[in-house]
């Protein structure tokens, strides 16, 4: 096994497809989200872009946790990073997001589109990581 490198440029661009699935995701469904949420356009607005900052930030954490998960494997590519991906939002992100929605009464729409987002999101974000985790690797074995 090589010694650990991370992949900033698949960090970043799977910090930048989460952040984009998010924007497609929630204009999609935002009307739905709002009214599962039980809030206004108007009472999130009050936050500025603040939350769109913790989101790309969040994104970076979830994109060099992926790289650092798929540095382990033999093949770290797309479809391993996929697969990561769908195990760690099944299995993590929806666990724990269920366990919170149902104590704080949550409803089933909303744990089905805030779970929708991550479920997929970190799929995608897996997937980017891994595809660009293989380039480097080939790269860097191709210059050797």
Same mark, same amino acid.
């Given at each position: 096994?090589?010694a650990r490198? @991370?992949?900033? %440029?698949g960090? =970043?661009?799977?910090?930048i497809v989460?952040?984009?699935? $998010?924007?497609? +995701?929630y204009t *999609? &469904?935002g009307?739905? +989200? &709002?009214?599962? &949420?039980?809030?206004?356009t108007d009472?999130l607005?009050?936050? $500025? #872009?603040f @939350? #769109? *900052? =913790?989101?790309f !930030?969040?994104?970076?954490? *979830?994109a060099?946790c992926f790289?650092n998960?798929?540095w382990h494997?033999?093949?770290g590519?797309a479809?391993?990073?996929? /697969? =990561?991906? &769908?195990?760690t939002? *099944?299995?993590?992100?929806?666990?724990?997001m %269920?366990t919170e929605?149902f104590? /704080?009464?949550?409803?089933i729409a909303?744990?089905?589109i805030?779970g929708?987002? $991550?479920?997929? $999101?970190f =799929?995608l974000?897996?997937?980017t990581?891994?595809?660009?985790?293989?380039r480097?690797?080939?790269r860097?074995? !191709?210059s !050797?």
């Open positions: 096994m090589n490198r @991370p992949n900033y %440029l960090i =970043v661009a799977g910090a989460m952040f984009a699935w $998010g924007a497609i +995701w *999609v &469904l009307n739905a +989200w &709002l009214a599962a &949420l039980g809030k206004t009472q607005t009050r936050y $500025g #872009y @939350p #769109y *900052v =913790v989101s !930030a969040a994104g970076l954490l *979830v060099y790289d998960m798929l494997y033999e093949t590519d479809k391993k990073g996929a /697969q =990561v991906g &769908l195990l939002g *099944v299995c993590i992100f929806a666990a724990m %269920l929605y104590f /704080q009464g949550q409803s909303l744990m089905l805030d929708g987002y $991550g479920i997929i $999101g =799929v974000t897996g997937a990581v891994g595809a660009l985790r293989a480097s690797a080939r860097a074995a !191709a !050797a």
